[in-house]
């Protein structure tokens, strides 16, 4: 009986060990096997991550063509009529509808130099709030920052012959970007610093970039001298794809009126309280009063360096910590993931210091490296539908 049972005792105990070692032989397994990538798997992450990168870079370079880059050019042009700062139509008192004027309409501004404002253009068709200035020239410079160009080859605001003027159909604000849903009648208002011009849209053509004649003295009977008072405005055709024609919009000279006398009858409309108002009470949007994103990149990494040293101290790396320890697994190779784990602190520290990253890498891409891809890279130089008849 003492022989069995110490047979038995000596089975158990070897069972025991046993079993211990295979748990801790599975133990080791299992620490290995966490502390090995997936070769395979790690490839194929970091190219799906590249090519998402990438993407994603290009969706960005459309939102800062469709939408920034007209931020800018309405911040410029906000900053360009205040420092003319013209005298409003009610002159701090009532706004009254402008009458029409009778015999030659003044011509102001005579002349100007390139890049000089001459005007600010209204056209309700495009909305209530539409308005954009009219510098001289129709260079790129002037384009993509101004609004809009005025040939200077072309008659002045109200002369006998053509007015004729060039803005983007699409990105840099798309001042021309509706010119297709222009209707007969419809009215194109131009203001220079003390007179109204007003114009009627009459019809529009399509034609290639080397017919200059749309922009001649007389482009009804281009072999003839001009009787009329016409405008012309140019932009790209296509919109959204590489520009091979232009489309090109007429109109005539209807009547002029005095800044000092109010606004037009085609800018008015009317209050709840029976008085006259302007249609363009000029609400801007709040992007808009933005110059630069530079200031948004130092400041995103300056709150990033601050967080990033306050959460070092509280809590040093603890992701980094849970692998090196063997509580959590040795993840695959990736990029993303790699910048999430070396930073410091909990998860949603960790989380928003990527964010702030990500953040301060798109503002840099809108300040300076789209720019400097649109005036280098060929193709994109071709998609930016830069204006020139």
């Known amino acids: 009986m003492v022989t069995a049972i110490r047979t ?15 748990r801790e032989d599975m133990a080791g397994q299992y620490a290995a096997r966490r502390r090995t990538r997936s070769v395979g798997r790690s490839i194929v992450t970091i190219i799906a991550e590249l090519l998402l990168t990438f993407a994603a870079i290009c969706g960005l370079y459309v939102a800062w063509m469709q939408w920034w880059t007209g931020v800018e050019s309405d911040h410029v042009q906000q900053e360009t009529r205040a420092q003319v700062a013209w005298a409003q139509p009610n002159d701090g008192g009532t706004l009254h509808i402008a009458q029409p004027q009778s015999g030659e309409p003044p011509v102001q501004p005579e002349s100007a130099p390139v890049g000089e404002l001459i005007a600010r253009v209204y056209i309700p068709r495009f909305g209530d709030q539409w308005e954009r200035n009219l510098v001289q020239g129709t260079s790129l410079t002037e384009l993509n920052k101004h609004g809009l160009g005025h040939y200077v080859d072309s008659q002045m605001a109200g002369q006998v012959g053509n007015f004729a003027m060039a803005g983007h159909r699409n990105g840099y604000g798309q001042p021309l970007g509706d010119v297709d849903t222009l209707e007969q009648g419809d009215a194109i208002v131009i203001r220079s610093k003390d007179y109204w011009y007003v114009y009627q849209y009459t019809n529009h053509t399509i034609v290639t970039p080397n017919e200059g004649w749309v922009i001649g003295p007389n482009p ?102 849970a692998i090196r320890e063997g509580s959590k697994p040795l993840p695959d190779a990736d990029i993303y993931g790699w910048l999430l784990r ?9 989380w928003l210091l990527l964010l702030l990253l990500v953040f301060a890498a798109a503002a840099a891409l809108f300040q300076w490296g789209f720019p400097w891809a649109a005036a280098n890279i060929p193709f994109l130089q071709q998609m930016s539908n830069y204006v020139a008849v």
């Not at 038995?8 to 070897?14: A, E, G, I, K, L």
């Not at 009317?270 to 000029?282: K, L, M, R």
Request: charged letters at 15%.
């Open 220 to 321: 009804e009977h281009p072999e003839e001298a001009p009787t009329k008072r016409l405008i012309t405005m140019t932009t790209c055709e296509p919109k959204y794809t590489a520009p091979t024609h232009r489309w090109i919009s007429f109109g005539e000279f209807k009547y002029w009126a005095k800044v000092t006398d109010g606004i037009p009858q085609e800018l008015a409309k009317t209050g709840a309280n029976g008085a006259v108002e302007f249609i363009n009470n000029e609400r801007q949007p709040f992007a808009s009063s933005i110059g630069s994103l530079a200031p948004w990149v130092w400041g995103a990494l300056a709150v990033y360096a601050a967080i990033f040293l306050a959460a070092a101290i509280a809590w040093r790396w603890p992701a980094l910590r």
């Open 342 to 350: 070396h930073q410091p602190g909990a998860a949603p520290i960790r």
């Open 8 to 22: 038995y005792v000596v089975h158990t105990h070897n069972v025991h060990m046993y079993n211990g070692q295979q």
